[in-house]
């Protein structure tokens, strides 16, 4: 059997955007607008409008994760949601309303809320006035909502994240065209990324300054980086995807400095951001109680082959490599399926960045619908392919802890299958299918298992 530790957080995770659905939404963010100028880009023409209407039916979906033992849940405040006047920090009474209820019906099921304040999400008002991140003043701005949560909620809600995936906005909105600006700007995305760090570092201020009870941390998507081979550039190749697109986060917001190899990257390539020395004092200082990490794929790579005569992204240093002796998931894009990689990054956080606490933030196996198959006789979805998988890496990361990583908790993405932004609902990641066309939430399989996990804190 494998025992966890006492306490463990056995849950899911999902965002406001991607759940809730825009009813009643007093500002639109990206996400609104981007879709509504561009839908075709949107797998199946299906925007965050609907999605699974957690709006409406937190209630009834509180009771699901109760059914299958859910003892936490990570989900988001939407700023568009919450914030009437961004400058002034007036709030919209009804989302403090629908955040209150939420809120207080997990914890009357004994779940315990883990929330986050920025999910990809950013106001399109604050983006067309100031370019979003681009600016140091949504940096302040994103301070103001933070407090805001903090003081409406903070009585409650023991745990929060500032940001989920961070990256993902720099490299979607301004490298690779996936999130909208939909720009194509290294220089650009070198200062969105400072400006979030900026953004984070404000929001724990704030938090600190309130003397609340709880804790206070930061989500962030770790991809081990492994070089093809042993050779010296293969070598070099792995240090600077992992330098790019691991330590370009993880060293500002748990040790409050910057990696020294990536600044000078960045000054040879002219990108280095605009910097304030009050400004890294305050980075400096920020930190986080717990971290929350995400983990889907590994990343293999190996030596240039054609060497770039510009920088135009990280991949500057490096190209991608297929490892011929992997497996792959034949349900999400064939990406390698590599349990170990989890137990790789415990360690990495045990013996690099200081054994903080962390858990889990997500862990999401895809399937599509053709693979799940339909509900079977006793009204369950099979997905035993998800079930098999998620064993082989709680046995990694219990090694792990068996060893010491300071990890407290796991939770999968996602308790409904839920919307995915340019993927739509293409990918299902839930322990209950949405059917759209009624909004049924139908049990899978995998469900079952994990209750049982949950329940008994072991397998």
């Known amino acids: 059997m494998y025992k966890f ?72 405040i939407q700023w568009a949601r919450l914030i009437k006047n961004f400058e002034t920090g007036e709030v919209c009474d009804d989302a403090v309303r629908f955040y209150n209820e939420y809120i207080d019906e997990l914890l009357k099921n004994g779940i315990e809320p883990i929330i986050n304040l920025y999910h990809f999400d950013m106001p399109i008002e604050l983006q067309e006035r100031y370019g979003g991140f681009e600016s140091k003043k949504v940096a302040e701005l994103f301070a103001l909502f933070s ?15 500032t940001f989920n995936e961070p990256i993902v906005p720099v490299e979607g909105g301004y490298l690779y065209d996936f999130h909208y600006p939909n720009k194509k700007d290294p220089k ?14 404000k929001s724990v201020t704030e938090y600190r300054k309130l003397n609340l009870s709880g804790q206070i941390g930061v989500v962030l998507n770790l991809t081990p980086s492994y070089p093809r081979s042993q050779s010296e550039e293969d070598l070099k190749a792995a240090y600077m995807a992992d330098l790019f697109f691991n330590r370009s986060f993880l060293d500002p917001m748990l040790k409050g400095e910057f990696p020294a190899d990536l600044c000078e990257a960045l000054k040879i390539h002219g990108l280095t951001p605009n910097i304030e020395s009050e400004e890294l004092n305050e980075i400096k200082s920020a930190k986080v ?20 005569d510009k920088f135009y992204n990280p991949e500057f240093y490096f190209d991608y490599h297929i490892n011929p002796e992997g497996r792959f998931n034949p349900y999400r894009d064939n990406n390698e399926i590599h349990p170990v990689a989890l137990y790789d990054i415990a360690k990495n956080v045990q013996e690099n960045y200081g054994n903080i606490p962390w858990y889990l933030a997500e862990i999401g196996i895809a399937m599509d619908l053709e693979s799940e198959g339909d509900v079977k006789e006793d009204n369950l979805i099979d997905d035993s392919f998800r079930t098999e998988l998620m064993k082989e890496h709680l046995i990694q990361l219990h090694r792990a802890i068996e060893e010491g990583s300071n990890c407290f908790g ?43 996990v949950a329940k008994n804190n072991e397998f």
Request: net charge positive; with cysteine; proline share 3%.
């Open 5 to 76: 530790p006492e306490g463990f957080f056995w849950g899911a995770a999902t965002s406001g955007v991607q759940s809730e659905g825009s009813k009643n939404q007093v500002n639109k963010s990206i996400w609104n607008h981007w879709f509504q100028i561009e839908p075709e880009r949107f797998s199946g023409g299906i925007g965050p409008e609907v999605v699974c209407d957690t709006y409406s039916r937190f209630k009834e979906d509180v009771a699901l994760m109760k059914e299958i033992n859910f003892n936490s849940f990570r989900t988001s």
């Open 289 to 308: 109680d717990f971290l929350g990490v995400n983990y889907y794929v590994p990343r293999r790579v190996k030596a240039k082959e054609t060497p770039d």
């Open 147 to 161: 407090r805001k949560a903090f003081e409406l909620f903070g009585d409650r809600v023991k745990y929060w994240t």
């Open 410 to 452: 796991v939770h999968q993405w996602t308790f409904i299958d839920c919307w995915s932004w340019l993927n739509s609902f293409k990918r299902r990641y839930g322990f209950y299918r949405l059917d759209l066309a009624t909004g049924e939430r139908v049990k899978k399989k995998h469900a079952i298992w994990f209750s049982e």
């Open 188 to 201: 650009l995305a070198v200062q969105v990324a400072y400006n979030i760090i900026l953004a984070h570092a």
